[in-house]
Every structure is written in structure tokens, then in C-alpha cells.
């Protein structure tokens, strides 16, 4: 399976991020079989990263996934729709980066950023789970796959990049 990740340099060898901020599925590397979805990340990532390096560039990293190999040794979890347990585990992540879950890979819906005001509303109780997730149901989600575990990249191959 061919996978993107958007970014603001060429990314050969892929590894785990941990940041100060919560990300939809914890800390990990992020992929899409979208690829436009990641053009628009790369570019987005580029417009911040040339604040600080104005040699940053828009890249598309591509690599083949071994999703057979893949399924047979690793914990993967699949989130194939929103509902209140991709929710939940969205507040999770989001809301405290401490939170490790013990899954090698990630695959959902991506919380951007339309569907990340709705997350916020019930963050911020001012929405119901329940409403909410009956909300994104008419919402356009792209989805993303996230590699939580150095073991998990290995089935990860780097292919090649494209400027964009």
C-alpha cells in the first residue's frame, strides 16, 4: 500500500514523534493513502517551518507499506468510522500527553481542522460525545495512520519524495 506524509523536508527514515502537544492518535509518525491530503499538510508544515528556516521546502515523502507482514505481527487498531470510541480516544491523546496506549499502529479519521472545533466543544463540555459524533457523520474526514512504535516503522519503506 502506498502511503504520504506531508512535511517540510524529505523524511528517508521515519521515527516515532513526541511532542509537547497531543495528536489525534498519541505520538508517532502520521501517514495518509490520501496524497493530496498530504500536499496540503506540507504545504501548511512549510508556511510555519519557514518562519524559522527559509530554506524549508513543501515535500511529499512516498513509501509501500507491508500491510500484510504488517497485520500478522503488530497490534493495529482501526477505527473505521467516527463514533464515541474514536472520540474517546481522540479526547485521550489530545488531552493528555501522557496517555500511552499500547497499540502499534493507528488508522482513522483525522480530526482537522473542522472536525477539531468539534472536538474542542466537547472538550470544553459544551457539546455531547454523543452529539458530536452524530455531527461529524456529515462532516468530509480524510483519514491517517499513525506509527506508534519503533516496530511498526520497520514496514514502513521509504520510496522517494516529490517537491510540491
Known amino acids: 500500500m502506498i502511503l504520504y506524509h506531508g512535511s517540510a523536508f524529505t523524511v528517508p527514515e521515519p ?16 501517514t495518509t493513502n490520501v496524497k493530496e491530503q498530504a ?16 530554506n524549508a521546502n513543501a515535500v511529499l515523502n512516498v513509501y509501500d507499506y507491508n500491510e500484510v507482514a504488517a497485520q500478522k505481527d503488530l497490534i ?8 464515541i470510541e474514536w472520540l474517546e480516544f481522540i479526547l485521550k491523546c489530545r488531552s493528555d500527553v501522557q496517555f500511552k ?11 482537522d481542522d473542522n472536525v477539531g472545533e468539534t472536538i474542542a466543544f466537547v472538550m470544553n463540555n459544551i457539546m455531547r460525545k454523543e452529539d458530536a459524533v ?11 495512520m499513525c506509527f506508534c512504535s519503533d516496530k511498526s516503522l520497520a514496514y514502513l519503506k521509504f520510496i522517494y519524495e516529490e517537491r510540491v
Request: proline content about 2%; overall charge positive.
Open 134 to 144: 452524530e455531527r461529524l457523520r456529515f462532516s468530509k474526514i480524510n483519514n491517517q
Open 15 to 30: 521515527k516515532v514523534i513526541i511532542s509537547e502537544i497531543g495528536k489525534d492518535f498519541g505520538f508517532g509518525f502520521y
Open 39 to 54: 500536499v496540503r499538510w506540507a504545504i501548511r508544515k512549510t508556511k510555519i517551518d519557514m518562519k524559522l528556516n527559509s
Open 76 to 83: 493495529i487498531k482501526v477505527f473505521d468510522k467516527p463514533n
Open 101 to 111: 496506549h499500547s497499540y502499534d499502529i493507528v488508522i482513522g479519521n483525522i480530526a
